[in-house]
């Protein structure tokens, strides 16, 4: 089996390589899930995206992925430095919900929004409460390795010393010395030997809800270890791909690599690959600026900075219009050109399905063709694979208004370009939908030939009916010379 060569930037090596998988054709895949205490927004969408579109190349170009997401539902605390509350359980204290229920309704609410963005469910999607033995299991190999030490039942990771034998700070590009200097006077450190260590279990307080026991305390575990831990279980100790938000290199994932390191002597991850993060308005999105649309306010149009409801296809070609390793500014006119331009993108594709073929072509179909197969297969090119599109959308318009021609082989490519990469790997069609709209022509076409035929015997009751239920679903049925046509009106 041959299967077509594509590049991946690797932030561990800081360059591009070529992507060989460890066991061709199978591939896994780790990319840190939400930790949900909180309805998505445009940053979960993101991230979600870039790795679905991944996943949807690999999986186009023959390799067997198994794509494992988590739920963070435990052990993510308000701050790095290891203390205040963890973040699900201060959610459950405002909205006086017990924590797992928090973690359900902001579960659904992730799910909800990532299948209106056509997004394909991961393979596995294991939550950090349900592997506390694997993670005191790895948390005691790391202290039997003497990478971690225990103060007051907490334990915590020794990253002076897993430096003098490693190198803390490899993926990141941080120094450790610098790190120390910084970390020096931070508050709630006492009991760690170093500032810049991090916990592997922490001892609970009374008022805790969400703990478990351990040989050390009852406790629950740290925020890092949870990737570790369940990468490794589904995965194995060196696989291929770990994905994330840039937001999460430091400290969360140099932390991944310090803790596979110490507990197994193994560097986990062949190639690391971050998405950037999303700014508004050129500024960083967060509560207190007032500028934070989660994926329900976008949908719905209801937020101060949005003139209108935006589908959540729309959003997703707004994502994949900007190259997943540069920031993207998002803007309600940035919305509103993306708008605009899915729409002629998927008018093309309309367009595409009804052209006549002729004898010759005029425009080189399969160049272009293997051109959006070179740009995605570039670190995952989407602006240059669109804007090939656009190309593939123009040449459809010229053909369709007779000022080019194109044969049925040509027609044929042309037609795969639009299903290959706008829908399967784009994922600009919703995968549920496509199944649905195949059926939508041939029975409004059965609609209408009923209704002409009553016409034509003078049953108007109905003929009348007919056009009355339409209209009520805002169809507009139009009698041209050549047929009726029919438009849907939202
Ligand atoms: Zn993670």
Redesign the pocket.
Known sequence: MSIPEITIYNTLSRKKEIFEPLNTPNVGMYV??PTVYGDPHLGHARAAIVFDVLFRLLTYLGYKVRYVR?I?DVGHLENDADEGEDKIAKKARLEQLEPMEIVQKYTDSYHHSMDLLNIRHPSIEPRASGHIIEQIKMIQDIMDNGFAYEVNGSVYFDVVKYNSSNNYGKLSGRVLDELMENTRDLAGQEEKNNGVDFALWKKAQPEHIMKWPSPWSTGFPG??L??STMSSKYLGDYFDIHG?GMD?LFP??EC?IAQSQAANGKDPVKYWIHNNMITIDGQKMSKSLGNFITLDELFAGNHKLLSQAFNPNTIRFFILQAHYRGTLDFSDTALLGAEKGLSKLLNGIEQAKKIVATDSTTSDISKLKAECMKAISDDFNTPVLISHLFEAVRITNSVYAGEETISQGDLKTLNSIFEDFATEILGLIDDQNKQGNNLIDPLMNLIIDIRQESRANKDFATSDKIRDVLSELNITTKDEDGGTTWTYDG
């Open positions: 840190c899930g988590n963070t925020w890092h949870e990737c994330g999460l969360h994932h991944e």
